[in-house]
């Protein structure tokens, strides 16, 4: 009789359990699957219509900075990133060459002008010569015989026309020395514009053959701090809004996946006529510009653009 009291009792304490917490566990159950609801009040608000677009960041101008003569880089004086300025030094071309080819035409030009020197010095002798005969030839005819006077005359023709030849010589001997020291001038390579280096294809002791194509040092881009472009594809069936929208001077707003939660705002600068053909879809390039004084914008970043066509 021991044993179904001992499985009674233990049923009705489990039976009590089950009894007491059957509530508690209801409450959590429905509270767990309880249906959240968000509420927000009611506005008005404009409703914008928009083509979006994926573009790249780039500069207004990208200058490529070459060089005109050939030889190793003897040093450099910038590096990536540095802002520079018109006619700063960004690399020097080892000179010696053209040091050398310099000092022989500042030789051959001074030989030159001693040789004008030289010509100028007979041509007055060959004129102290005619003059003396013909005052010989004034006073008696026969003092001087025709063959003579035309030897005289010859003669200071003659070296007239060396004289124009010498001095012909100096020119083109001057010509040949300022193109040796245009091209020594050009062994130091200079920025042409006010910009920041992007991008650096050079390092010391490189040598550069500049023969056949000339080599690209540098590029500097002018204006970064002031505004960057944005070049979108548009597909051709949005031409037409882009272009109503470029018209109304709408905005447009991009953002860029460095800076995710900051959105720029720019305008459309300019729509392309230059079509390309992917897999039969026919798109434009439209170019937006935007300010960048904190140079956020960096070139090939890419930007998500929304172009803004009317608010409704």
């Known amino acids: 009789m021991r044993f179904p009291i001992k499985s009674t009792v233990t049923l009705i304490v489990l039976g009590g359990v089950c009894a007491v917490s059957y509530k508690p566990l209801m409450a959590y159950w429905k509270e767990r699957n309880r249906t959240n609801y968000r509420l927000a009040s009611v506005s008005r608000g404009p409703i914008v219509s928009v083509v979006n677009s994926t573009g790249t960041v ?12 050939s030889g190793p880089i003897e040093a450099l004086y910038v590096d990536f990133n540095e802002e520079v300025t018109k006619g700063h030094l960004l ?17 051959a ?7 004008v020197l ?4 007979l041509l007055q002798q060959a ?15 026969d003092f001087i015989s025709d063959t003579e006077m035309d030897k005289f005359k010859f003669s200071r023709m003659s070296l007239e026309a060396e004289l124009t030849v010498a001095e012909s010589s100096v020119e083109q001997a001057e010509a040949n020395l300022q193109n040796s020291e245009a091209n020594l001038g050009y062994t130091e ?11 650096r294809k050079i390092d010391p002791g490189q040598t550069l053959a500049a023969q056949f194509q000339t080599p690209e040092l540098f590029i500097v881009a002018p204006d970064m701090r002031q505004k960057m472009h944005v070049f979108a594809s548009v597909d051709e069936a949005d031409i037409g ?3 109503d929208a470029k018209e109304r001077k709408q905005p447009v707003q991009f953002t860029v996946d460095a800076y995710p939660d900051d959105l720029f705002d720019g305008e459309i600068f300019q729509i392309r006529k230059s079509s390309t053909t992917t897999q ?13 004084q904190e140079l956020k914008l960096l070139p090939g970043m890419t930007a998500s653009i929304s172009f803004q066509l009317g608010v409704k």
């Open 58 to 69: 780039k500069p207004v101008l990208s200058v490529s900075v070459g060089s005109f003569v």
């Open 91 to 107: 690399a020097k071309i080892d000179p010696r060459i053209y040091q050398a080819a310099v000092a022989r035409d500042q030789a």
């Open 109 to 115: 030009l001074s030989n030159q002008k001693a040789q």
């Open 118 to 121: 030289r010509v100028l010095a």
């Open 127 to 141: 004129k102290n010569d005619e003059a003396r005969s013909l005052s010989l030839r004034a006073e008696n005819k």
């Open 189 to 199: 390579i200079r920025s042409p514009v006010d910009g920041i280096i992007i991008d």
């Open 241 to 243: 809004l882009i272009r």
């Open 280 to 292: 039969n879809v026919v798109t434009y390039p439209v170019v937006v510009v935007a300010a960048n």
